[in-house]
Nanobody, 115 residues
Framework: QVQLVESGGGLVQAGGSLRLSCAAS????????MSWYRQAPGKQRELVAS???????QYVDSVKGRFTISRDDAKNTGYLQMNSLKPEDTAVYYC?????????WGQGTQVTVSS
């Protein structure tokens, strides 16, 4: 079983930046979509950003122009660079890697943005 470990969360003031990382415990097929989701208290989990094995990216409208998703398959690690953070970005952020035969989730990392 592959484990995904997120890191990089924390407390930051509005306007600040954080970089989340998602490391897999062992090598997995490059043919997968890596995504970041988030869940705020009392809200449903939402897809924030995704990146395919070809490098095609998608973002939810609320983070376009502020967040950047990337992946380094050689290091088995994915990233979410978050700039110009807003209080409404406060949530637990989860990494997901989904392929044809697998669907892995991380344990989540808390991001708190103070106003």
């Amino acid at each position: 079983q592959v484990q995904l470990v997120e890191s990089g969360g924390g407390l930051v003031q509005a306007g600040g930046s954080l970089r989340l990382s998602c490391a897999a415990s062992r090598m997995i097929s490059r043919q997968h979509v890596m995504s970041w989701y988030r869940q705020a208290p009392g809200k449903q989990r939402e897809l924030v950003a995704s990146i395919t094995s070809f490098g095609t990216t998608q973002y939810v409208d609320s983070v376009k122009g502020r967040f950047t998703i990337s992946r380094d398959d050689a290091k088995n690690t994915g990233y979410l660079q978050m700039n110009s953070l807003k209080p409404e970005d406060t949530a637990v952020y989860y990494c997901n890697r989904r392929g044809v035969a697998f669907n892995y989730w991380g344990q989540g990392t808390q991001v708190t943005v103070s106003s």
